[in-house]
């Protein structure tokens, strides 16, 4: 678990004490820094309370506070500032297994958006765009050739649960599931692309993403060298993919 998520988790488990899931959401619905006494009365809480689970929804970043003086006043005799919350501007997002429907977003809009500016199909865009992308996202994790923890650690790092198995990487989560169920050979094709491009960012000589899709797993594997089953450069299903999936009964249903 990574520290972002470790620390997203931590403050969705705050959230699961109902008095404190109230005073957040009162909070949030307020237009106005909300005081520890006006959040008190709204919710008929008492004060030490109020205070105790404001304080704690703050210091898990999911409140900012403030200290002004509500009656405008200032100068000496004006009285101490009051403590006041607002909703923050984070956001949190807790997705289990891991998804990256974002990342799949910014990579199709970006597709999209070059096949209208050059006039090439949206496929060969998606195509070169996933490649370009997992090339970006493996740049800042070094270049050793042939390292396998190199690979499985930037795997992980995009939710893809790599699991070594007879030489090869298995993915056991599809961070785009649900996007590869309903637009398979698009998404997956965006799949393969993307982790080319990371293994190519890498310098890896000693694996290649391939399409197999299987039962519970990410149609994508990684093995030590490309069979007949991976796609063309345009990002297309060869004819043997189509073969073995018709042999299964079932198109590859996830990513």
Not at 137 to 143: N, Q, V
């Amino acid at each position: 678990m990574t520290d972002e998520l470790g620390e997203q988790v931590a403050s969705v488990a705050v959230l699961a004490e109902p008095a404190r899931w109230q005073l957040y959401r009162y909070v949030a619905a307020s237009p106005e820094p909300v005081s520890r006494e006006q959040a008190a009365a709204a919710l008929d809480m008492a004060l030490h309370s109020a205070k105790f689970h404001l304080d704690r929804l703050a210091d898990e970043g999911l409140l900012e506070v403030e200290y002004r003086r509500l009656t405008g006043r200032t100068g000496p005799g004006a009285g101490r500032p009051s403590k006041l919350y607002r909703r923050a501007d984070r956001q949190v997002s807790i997705a289990l297994p891991g998804r990256r429907y974002d990342l799949a977003g910014d990579l199709l809009a970006a597709a999209v958006e070059r096949s209208m500016r050059d006039g090439r199909p949206v496929r060969d865009a998606v195509a070169e765009v996933a490649r370009e992308a997992g090339v970006e996202l493996a740049a800042d994790r070094g270049t050793a050739s042939g390292d396998l923890e190199l690979v499985l650690d930037v795997l992980t790092g995009l939710d893809y649960e790599p699991r070594l198995d007879a030489g090869q990487v298995c993915l056991a989560n599809c961070p785009f599931d649900r996007l590869a169920k309903e637009h398979t050979e698009l998404v997956c094709g965006m799949n393969l692309s993307l982790l080319t491009g990371v293994v190519d960012g890498l310098r890896i000589t000693t694996l290649r993403p391939r399409l197999d899709p299987e039962p519970g797993y990410c149609c994508v594997k990684l093995a030590g060298s490309p069979p007949e089953t991976s796609r063309t450069a345009t990002g297309e299903f060869s004819s043997s993919t189509s073969a073995r999936s018709s042999s299964r009964g079932r198109p590859p249903e996830t990513c």
